[in-house]
């Protein structure tokens, strides 16, 4: 397994694969919703925030050398989404609802959030880099899964807090009041979205944050130092 305290870069092949299967989650329940399965919140079993993007954005955040391509690839992958929303709600109702589903004015905080989870996955390999520094050997490797988790936890909250917060601030208090308890049911009733956003970061960083997962990465110090072959 690869460690989080060194420094890689993303295989090419695998870098699409990765963007790719992102963007097809991020857009199933709107390529369901062409046949006429429902995708209301209120109305279907779909597990909604159900997304492998924030552990993208945990391993990106944890590997990636370049803090570009950390912060680019799993909002990359969010935009695409995006747009492809837009392509699938125009067609069927137009232009201007497309526009209100794909970008819906606090969008920007979405992204946001997503920054902020890439941030934690920095902060596991921060944490890393003290264990190796300190020659902590073993106990090094053994905190890595709870830093991976404890990273993802963390970065769920702070996008749940930050989202709900931006749903209630600018709902112009049409669904949840514009008081304590306004901001108090909006929370409450983002709880169901938390649970998959959590599940969905805690299942989806196994995979990513495994042997099979880092395969997808390419160690910059090794390709450095390998002999050039004539």
Not at 52 to 79: E, H, N, S
Not at 128 to 145: C, D, F, K, T, V
Not at 200 to 219: H, K, N, P, Q, Y
Request: glycine share 10%; net charge neutral; with cysteine.
């Amino acid at each position: 397994m690869k460690k989080a305290d060194q420094m890689f870069q993303p295989r090419r092949a695998a870098l699409a694969a990765l963007i790719g299967y992102a963007v097809f989650c991020k857009l199933l329940p709107y390529i369901l919703f062409q046949f006429g399965v429902s995708i209301d919140p209120e109305r279907t079993a779909y597990p909604w925030n159900f997304s492998p993007v924030p552990a993208i954005c945990l391993f990106t955040g944890a590997f990636f050398k370049d803090v570009r391509w950390a912060f680019g690839v799993p909002l990359a992958a969010w935009l695409l989404g995006d747009l492809g929303i837009l392509a699938l709600v125009s067609r069927q109702y137009g232009f201007h609802e497309g526009l209100q589903m794909a970008f819906y004015p606090d969008q920007i905080f979405v992204y946001a959030g997503f920054a902020i989870v890439v941030g934690c996955g920095m902060l596991i390999r921060a944490l890393q880099q003290r264990m190796s520094a300190a020659n902590l050997g073993s106990s090094g490797s053994a905190g890595y899964w709870p830093a991976v988790f404890g990273a993802g936890l963390a970065g769920s909250i702070l996008f749940y807090l930050l989202t709900n917060f931006t749903v209630w601030l600018f709902g112009e208090g049409v669904i949840y009041p514009l008081t304590a308890e306004g901001l108090f049911t909006c929370y409450v009733q983002g709880l169901p979205f938390f649970r998959n956003f959590a599940v969905a970061t805690a299942g989806f960083s196994l995979v990513l944050f495994s042997a099979i997962g880092t395969r997808m990465l390419e160690d910059v110090e090794e390709r450095r130092l390998a002999p050039e072959t004539a």
